[in-house]
C-alpha cells in the first residue's frame, strides 16, 4: 500500500500546528488550520470537538510543567516563585498564544486542579480566602507581560533627547542587553510582588 502524500492526523500534530498558527498570526480558526494540515475541516473534527477543544489542548501542552505538585510542597513564597518561573517559561516559548489563552475561560479539569493547589497554598500560610484569586490573577498579569517582554525588541524607549531628558538616557544607558534585561526586570518585578504579598501577611 502506498504511503499518503500528508501524514496521518492526530491530535499532537493538530496541536502542534496549531501553535506554530498562533504564534504566527495570534488567533486561531479552523480553516486556516486545516489549511495549513493540508486537510478539510470536516477531517478535524474527527480528533477534536471543535475550536475550544485545540485551545484547551494547546493550554495543556504549555502547562504541563507548570503545576507539578513538588513545587507546592515548598513555603508559599518559593511555590509562586518557583511557579512564576515555570509559568513564564512556558508561555514565552509560544508568546503569540498569550492573549488567546488570557481570554478563553478555564473549564479544563487539569486547570482547576493546578488553581486548586495554588490556592491551598495560598490560603495555609494564611491569606484570606476573598484576596487569593486576586492574588493569583496579579501574579499571573506579571507573568504573562514578562512572557511577552522576553521577545519584545531590545530597545522600547527609543530616539531619546539626552538634553531633554536626561535622566531617563542615564536610566537606559544602565539596562543589560539582550535576555538579562528581559530576566532582571522579572527577577526584580517577581521580589516585589512576592514581597507585596508577605507585607499583607504582616
Known sequence: MPRPRTPLLDRQRIVDTALRLVDEAGDLTIPALAGALKVSPSALYHHVAGRAEIVALMRAEL?????????????WDAALRTWAHAYRDAFAEHPGIVRLLATAPLAESFMHELYERAVATLEDAGFAAQDVMGLITALESFILGSALDLVA?????????????????????AVPVGRER?????????????????????
Open 153 to 173: 525588541p531590545d530597545v522600547m524607549v527609543d530616539a531619546v533627547d539626552r538634553a531633554a531628558t536626561p535622566r531617563l538616557a542615564d536610566a537606559l544607558d
Open 63 to 75: 502547562v504541563r510543567t507548570i503545576g507539578e505538585q513538588s513545587m507546592w510542597d515548598q513555603p
Open 182 to 202: 528581559a530576566d532582571r526586570a522579572f527577577e526584580l518585578g517577581l521580589t516585589a510582588l512576592i514581597g507585596g504579598y508577605r507585607a499583607l501577611l504582616g
